[in-house]
């Protein structure tokens, strides 16, 4: 039973409704939903049957039980996203853990604010980077946490794979918290500059208004292009092992374009 044109169809009438926001155009997508998920439910029953007789033929044979396996995931991963766009028809607004790609159950709603996609989907690797512009150590985020809750973590990270303390610490205002620039100083950093968010004191102020602070705010900024560069041209734009394996391929990515950073710093001192 092929039902993909059913499906294509419902899906660009969902597409074509959600382009014009009103009340009417709301419930359109809600029947529109409830369509998919009665077809979907169909294939779901169908693929049972074939995972139950592949299963009997095993027992026979001995074979294909990992292709079985990956089905019954399939299986297990479309049961929940049913049940979890049952609820949100039902006004359900916030679903804990929701399913958001079938391919990398661990992937989460990223809000990243940017006027070409508000939430994007994936999961947060948090990077640090060192002077000459090499990668010193990374992680790959399991949910999404707050930035301000990797920071003394990724700099311990850092020291253990430096075997020392770096001299200066930067970082853009969502690492900020008192608790964390009193942490970094304490593992004996002497320049931290981390932009406090919000509204600030005239201690605050003077205190950022520093040459070293601005200095270090500005090479900063200078690593949102070694992001662009590793999602360009290092492949972490698009994760190709997922699940447990993104640690793999992020750290791949990672060790591609620090052996090519090498080259080049080995190539100006030779």
Known sequence: MDITRSAKKRILNIVKFTKNRTNETKENVRETVKELVEITNDVLHSASKVSTMAKDETKKTKSNAALIQKLDDAISAVGKIINQTNEVIKGTTSIPNRIVSIFDQGARPIKRGKAKADVEFGRKVALAESEEGLIVSSHVEEDNP???????????????????????????????????????????????????????????????????????????????????????????????????????????SIFTHNVSKLAQLMAQTC
């Open 146 to 252: 707050a930035d301000k809750t990797l920071a003394v973590q990724m700099l311990k990270k850092s020291i253990k794979a430096l075997n020392k303390a770096p001299k200066e610490v930067a970082a853009d205002r969502g690492f900020y918290s008192s608790e964390n620039e009193n942490q970094i100083h304490d593992l004996k950093v002497k320049h931290v500059a981390i932009p406090k968010p919000g509204k600030k004191s005239e201690k605050r102020i003077k205190h950022e208004c520093q040459h070293w602070f601005k200095r270090l705010i500005r090479w900063r900024s200078g690593g949102e292009a070694t992001i662009g560069l590793l999602k360009r041209k290092y492949g972490l734009d698009v994760c190709l092992f997922h699940g447990e394996n993104t640690g793999i391929w992020v750290n791949l």
